[in-house]
């Protein structure tokens, strides 16, 4: 571990920077003893003890030094070594300051009363693992942590603080000091690597993570991607090879403050500068594999040192070339203590000869540590139970192995946690080789839009399958938890990730439903107009006059205004229009059956009235027929006047009924008020049906009650299909469907009854005579 060199520069830099200011204990020189104890609990005990006997012998309880001028312990490095320190400088009451990484144990004060850790305490860490996991996507992240208190609450954080954000644990691992059976180490590596995912958190510190630390030396874990936190010395166990297996490893490391004028310090320290500096002759011949002075050993001659080389040419692995953070915590220790006994001299005696003069109270040294910072001084409002809390920010430096043996760690980014910000540049990472690319960890592939997330039963919340939104329902983001609906004046796409703008749309003339039923009408109504036309030019016929010739032009007027009538369908619905269609409709269609209803009497009537000075003859008149036509039309207005006076028919947009367009169409208002005008024209066909049914074996030469039959039964079977239809049937669709009825119906009626009287008049005039009248109605 030759790089914690830097822990005893760093020492060396503090104590020469506060001998020279004036301003901090001024006439006062501070000292120091360095004792290693090698990273071993039994050295750092042994030590300690040394430490308190003085030089010699290690006598438990004698002082053999009678100049002992040492009044605080920095150390140890790490947890382990601390709490194996505590245990014997506590019971003299030593102030001992830690500069390892933070520990839940050692901030107990029953245990360790008078341990005072320099290190943070990471309370943050969590959120900034988060914020990672967040801005790289990686929703399902394995845990490995270290089987104590610290590791325990940090996975408790880390946990609960995941859930909030969407994010799962593919598994959690705790590492013991040591593997409880044979075949562990074996189970544990496998539940590792059988795991979906690819990346893994480590939190420990170097101690306690040390089986894992061997295990890599061993097995090197392909596939995965490792995320870490600086507390964790992954290179102290490590040999150069192994290191390359660490590449592309991103760590947070505590946002340090540089402490200034060390590198200016550093290129001054050198075995020719400092020749009484023992440790540093031997530092710089390993690390830089060369002798200071020439020798010769194993037959083999060493090359010389270089006088030009300086810390700027030891290898990364030998020395870090940035602060490293427990050389941080040293600088300022150092610098804590040196507030400390400043503010002592000021208030608790008047001179250091006072204090040296009963070593054992510098216990208090304690107290007034929780009341100084290390860059500030004794502020009062600091004090309380441990170091003091302040906003954590972490850098997030990038592993990198190189050829021969070199490696270094680059800075790629920082997060502020508290304040959620994150700034990372992606393109300066370089990732492990098994990933070309930015590493993908889930359980799930991410739903795309147009989809949503449903989760596996009995999963976490990150594993979960992909289903397509139903229908009407969109999702325009990633990993939709649910579908929502488009508003009603839109409708989803064909991949339903997005809404679009409906359509306006009505039954046009322009379209080609609209051009053949336009058509239609107005080829029917040119048709009946001629039929007219064709009546009236033969009025004086047998055939016209036969039946009523007056109701005749009655019903002809009355389809031809059916057939137009069926226009106000077509075209964009206006509330004028939405009123008119439907009662011009009704009325209209009224006057036919009407008329059709007296016709139909009036031939019964003319059969059963042939008898001189029947009674009969009387309803024959034609004003008779007019007045019923009158009667059954002024019914019809009033039902239809009932209609617009209560609930008329309005205009209104349906959004339902085609997913792509807004239908513009009208509302019948009163649906009951609609059947009731279709339900009487439906009486007044039934009527005539069954009239010109029971007329239908009169003599047939001009007698129309079989074309009335005729009509009356397409007319009925046409509305009575209609109904249904109508019924299930939206938009436009439902519109053509009416305008259908209403010309087919018309155009029943108009065939029914006069085609065959057109071929007479037309084609057979000579059977249009009064002779074969009269020759047929004889039996």
Not at 587 to 597: G, N, Y
Request: hydrophobic share 40%; net charge negative; charged share 20%.
């Amino acid at each position: 571990m030759l790089k914690h060199y830097q822990h005893f520069l760093t020492v060396q830099f503090a104590v020469d920077e506060i001998n020279k200011d004036p301003h901090l204990l001024p006439n006062i020189s501070l000292g120091y003893q360095l004792l290693n104890n090698f990273h071993e609990s039994r050295l750092a005990v042994e030590n300690s003890l040394m430490w308190l006997s003085g030089k010699g012998p290690t006598i438990p309880n004698y002082s053999c030094d009678g100049q002992h001028k040492s009044m605080v312990v920095i150390g140890g490095m790490s947890s382990t070594l601390s709490m194996a320190m505590a245990t014997l400088l506590g019971l003299y009451k030593v102030p001992q300051l830690s500069y390892g990484s933070f520990d839940l144990l050692l901030s107990d004060e029953v245990l360790y009363p008078y341990v005072y850790q320099l290190g943070s305490r990471e309370s943050t860490l969590h959120l900034a693992a988060v914020q990672l996991m967040l801005h790289f996507g990686w929703t399902w992240v394995g845990l490995i942590i270290s089987d104590d208190l610290t590791g325990e609450q940090f996975f408790r954080h880390l946990k609960e603080e995941m859930a909030w954000n969407g994010l799962c644990l593919a598994f959690i691992e705790q590492v013991s000091e040591k593997f409880k059976q044979q075949d562990e180490d074996i189970k544990f590596l496998s539940r590792i690597l059988v795991s979906s995912s690819n990346v893994i958190f480590i939190y420990g510190n170097t101690d306690s993570l040390k089986i894992f630390s061997e295990l890599l030396m061993i097995f090197a874990f392909y596939g995965k991607m490792f995320i870490i936190s600086a507390s964790w010395d992954y290179s102290a166990y490590s040999t150069d090879e192994m290191m390359s297996n660490f590449h592309g490893t991103l760590i947070f490391s505590q946002y340090k403050r540089e402490i200034p004028g060390f590198t200016d310090f550093l290129k001054s320290v050198h075995p020719r500068a400092n020749p009484e500096d023992i440790f540093l002759k031997s530092y710089w011949e390993l690390a830089l594999n060369c002798l200071l002075s020439e020798r010769k050993n194993l037959n083999m001659t060493y090359r010389q040192c270089d006088e030009s080389l300086t810390f700027a040419d030891v290898p990364p692995i030998f020395f870090d070339k940035t602060t490293m953070e427990l050389s941080s915590n040293i600088y300022n220790g150092v610098y804590l203590l040196a507030h400390t006994l400043h503010q002592m001299l000021q208030t608790e005696a008047k001179d250091l000869s006072e204090l040296l003069a009963y070593p054992l109270l510098s216990w208090k040294l304690l107290h007034f540590l929780k009341c100084v910072n290390a860059v500030t001084g004794f502020k009062p409002e600091l004090c309380g139970d441990g170091p003091s809390m302040t906003a954590e920010t972490y850098d997030i430096l990038n592993f990198r192995s190189f050829p021969g043996k070199i490696w270094s760690e680059v800075k790629v980014g920082e997060v502020i946690p508290h304040e959620k910000v994150l700034s990372i540049n992606e393109e300066d990472i370089d990732w492990p080789e098994d990933f070309p690319q930015i590493p993908s960890s889930t359980c799930s592939v991410a739903c795309g839009p147009g989809f949503r997330k449903q989760l596996r039963e009995g999963q976490p919340i990150c594993c979960f399958d992909c289903t397509l939104c139903p229908d009407g329902k969109i999702s325009n983001i990633t990993d939709a938890e649910e579908c929502m609906k488009c508003p009603e004046d839109h409708y989803p796409s064909k991949e339903k990730d997005r809404c679009l703008p409906k359509t306006v749309t009505y039954l046009a003339y322009e379209e080609t439903l609209g051009k053949f039923l336009a058509s239609s009408a107005f080829c029917f109504s040119i048709l009946t107009t001629f039929v007219l036309g064709v009546f009236v030019m033969h009025r004086d016929t047998p055939i016209v006059k036969a039946n009523n010739r007056s109701l005749s032009y009655i019903l002809l007027i009355s389809l031809t205004l059916c057939f137009l009538s069926s226009l106000l369908f077509l075209g964009r619905p206006t509330p004028v229009t939405c009123i008119l269609r439907q009662t011009t409709f009704a009325i209209v269609f009224t006057v036919a059956i009407a008329s059709i209803l007296a016709k139909t009497i009036t031939v019964v009537l003319a059969f059963r009235a042939t008898k001189p000075g029947s009674q009969l003859r009387r309803w024959l008149r034609p004003a008779v027929s007019h007045s019923l036509i009158f009667l059954c039309t002024l019914i019809q207005m009033c039902i239809c006047g009932i209609w617009l006076g209560t609930y008329p028919p309005f205009l209104e947009k349906d959004t339902h009924s085609e997913a792509s367009f807004i239908v513009i169409q009208c509302n019948e208002g009163s649906l009951v008020t609609f059947y009731c005008v279709l339900g009487y024209m439906g009486f007044l066909a039934l009527v005539s049906f069954t009239l010109a049914f029971l007329a239908r074996n009169l003599p047939d030469t001009f007698n129309e009650a079989k074309y009335l039959t005729f009509s009356m039964l397409v007319f009925c079977s046409v509305w009575i299909a209609f109904l249904p239809t109508y019924q299930s049937t939206k938009g436009k669709a439902m519109v053509a469907m009416e305008i259908f009825s209403i010309l087919v119906s018309s155009a029943g009626i108009l065939i029914c009854i006069f085609a065959p009287k057109c071929y007479v008049i037309l084609l057979r005039p000579d059977r249009n005579t009064l002779e074969i009248l009269r020759n047929k109605a004889s039996p």
